[in-house]
């Protein structure tokens, strides 16, 4: 076995390079870039651009697969075709719509996120803001010491998981939760017990149940010991908000798949949290506050990302497949940072750095960057932004789980051997 050292692993490639795995000519290449299927990132002052390297490999897997159905099997699962249908959440270029309504719209007129969860769930929409009513969280639950300690916020997508297993135990056996026909009352108490679990990464570093009457986004922003102003509210309920669903990512398409072997709603969630937990999901949030916190000014920021670009790599919480113009949830929750009293010369620095990037490189940013950028504004603790996003993705979760339900048809992809 060779000892060689891999070269690291590289974001972007030269023309020279992608060329070469694609096995094509440059003119091919310009194709597939005016066609949408490779990205690229413009270089100040120079001629040559980069190419986003997963995109490369991703027309090369395409070109390489079988004929017939194989080409469109081998880009389905890395950002291509459509592959289930759903009636629940549709990608527009103005953001996911939620059973037709546009989530960035629900922001704007003040929609809280019981009310969205109501509306993936069920399909009925409800005008008056309403807490929900929800089974206690088992004692044992409460007092799970599984992220103990001062980094207790690193462990938070793994104890969901861990106390959404619990929950599921405690409501029977599987063929009795599955038989029982009360999962929307499982949905809600799931949702009730991660707002608790926030406790955890709060200043008391304990369970912090939500009390009665009270409003998820509220109980977040209690469990976390954030100041409980107007702001800080409309801010935790615009991302609960456009986080919710997001048609098939990886952990919607993990609850999918459970669900479609006939697991129940617990271990659907838990499936679906796992899969979220890595680095190029609930941890990319990690990824950008540590970018944003190594640079607090815009001139450090800027040459950071140069930095990066030169090695090949990108900097984090830019350009979403899905959005090649831009992501509408980032710009509207950038517009909320902007438009708070409490601005700073840090949070100028960082809309400086994303007008730059956007007009030096063509880069836009994508929402984890502007929930990071909010969160410094509302001083959320550090690490709990991906948390966030599962307690909000929740919503859309059960929903697709409810949905898959509906289907005989159990979801199990072919692979193709190579040698």
Known sequence: MSNAVKPPRKDYLTAAEAMAVLKVRQQTLYAYVSRGLIRSLK????????????????????????????????????????????????????????????ATQLVHDGATFESVAELLWTGMWHDEPHAWEHALTPADIRALDVVGGERAEESLLEAFATAILHLGLQRGSVEDRMRSGQWLAAARQVLATLVGSFGWAGPGKTYLALRPGISVSEGIVEALGVAPHADNHAAMEAMLVLFADHELSPGTLAARVA???????????????????????????????????????????????????????????FDHPLYPQGDPRAQLLLELV??????????????????????????????????????????????????????????????????????????????????
Not at 46 to 74: C, F, M, N, P, T
Request: net charge positive.
């Open 43 to 102: 270089q100040p002052n120079q001629r040559g651009k980069l190419y986003l390297a997963e995109d490369v490999h991703r027309v090369r897997a395409r070109s390489e697969a079988r004929a017939g159905h194989g080409a469109v099997a081998a880009g389905a699962m890395n950002w291509g075709e459509p592959i289930i249908p759903t009636a629940i959440t549709e990608i527009t270029a103005d953001g996911p719509r939620y059973r037709g309504r546009l």
């Open 338 to 419: 902007q438009r708070r009293p409490d601005q700073s010369s840090r949070l100028e620095a960082i809309y400086r750095y994303v007008e730059r990037m956007k007009s030096e490189y063509g880069c836009h940013p994508r929402h984890e960057l502007a929930a990071a950028t909010l969160a410094i504004a509302m001083q959320l603790p550090r690490r709990t932004l991906g948390p966030l996003f599962a307690l909000a993705r929740t919503a859309g979760w059960v929903a697709h789980v409810q949905e898959q339900r509906l289907s005989p048809v159990m979801l199990r992809p072919r692979a193709r051997y190579v040698a």
């Open 259 to 317: 669900a479609s072997s006939g697991a129940p709603l617990h271990g659907c969630l838990a499936s679906a949290i796992c899969a979220t937990s890595g680095v190029q999901i609930g941890r990319l949030y990690d990824r950008v506050e540590d970018f944003l916190a190594q640079s607090h000014t815009f001139e450090a920021l800027v040459a950071r990302a140069e930095q990066a670009s030169r090695s090949g790599s990108a900097p984090p919480g």
